[in-house]
């Protein structure tokens, strides 16, 4: 098991960018793929970024290719989204989630087992 906390979100104009944090506890981090995923008012959630043990593999949904980064810091136990040129359409909570052992081409928030409360992410435009 490992516990999440993301930080860094907050309100930005559209065309701005925020740089989100997931930092993890526990000693097996680097054997979880993290996923972000984030969920507007009245919508479902929705996969955004994941990215898996070694940092080196990582898969964006399509509406935030190009736009977006997910990284990963395994000696900081630490994931971090990017983003970059921010729409008013991004606007929404976006939370990070851990699997052990997980595949970054799982999508749906059943896959991941551990998440994070959420930080709220605002685009004005």
């Not at 991004?90 to 851990?98: F, L």
């Amino acid at each position: 098991q490992v516990q999440l906390v993301e930080s860094g979100g907050g309100l930005v104009q559209a065309g701005g960018s925020l740089r989100l944090s997931c930092a993890a506890s526990g000693r097996t981090f680097i054997t979880y793929t993290v996923g972000w995923f984030r969920q507007a008012p009245g919508k479902e959630r929705a996969f955004v970024a994941a990215i898996g043990c070694s940092g080196g593999n990582t898969n964006y949904a399509d509406y935030v290719k190009g736009r977006f980064n997910i990284s990963r810091d395994n000696a900081e136990k630490t994931v971090y989204l990017q983003m970059n040129s921010l729409k008013p359409e991004d606007t929404a909570v976006y939370s990070c989630a851990a699997r052990g052992l997980g595949s970054i081409w799982s999508t749906r928030p059943e896959s991941y087992d551990n998440w994070g409360q959420g930080t709220q992410v605002t685009v004005s435009s």
